[in-house]
């Protein structure tokens, strides 16, 4: 399956991963300055649902506009910014 994004409706996907992550997935314990901290959480069902927000945002970022560059994630909250090929 194809799905044709603009630039825009890309950065806002990206950016409504991080925010789901963050406010709907994460514990409250595991959240620091808009960063989620290691696993994010300490049921084992949301720590995969995290993972694979991670996953899918790590897929999302090389093909976001040259206007707006990648959000670079702190290696510190537990997930880096090696580049993944999305496909």
């Known amino acids: 399956m194809l799905v044709d994004l603009s630039p825009g409706e890309l950065d ?3 950016e409504a991963l991080d925010s ?3 406010w709907q997935l994460s514990d409250s314990n595991y959240r620091n300055n808009g960063y989620v901290l290691g696993d994010g959480a300490d049921d084992e069902e949301t720590v995969q649902e995290i993972a ?4 899918l945002h790590e897929r999302l970022d090389p093909l976001r506009s040259a206007g707006n ?4 994630r702190d290696d ?3 997930h880096g910014t090696a580049p993944i090929d999305p496909w």
């Open 52 to 55: 694979a927000c991670r996953e």
């Open 76 to 78: 510190t909250a537990g």
């Open 69 to 72: 560059p990648p959000v670079e």
């Open 20 to 22: 789901h992550e963050y």
């Open 12 to 14: 806002l996907l990206v």
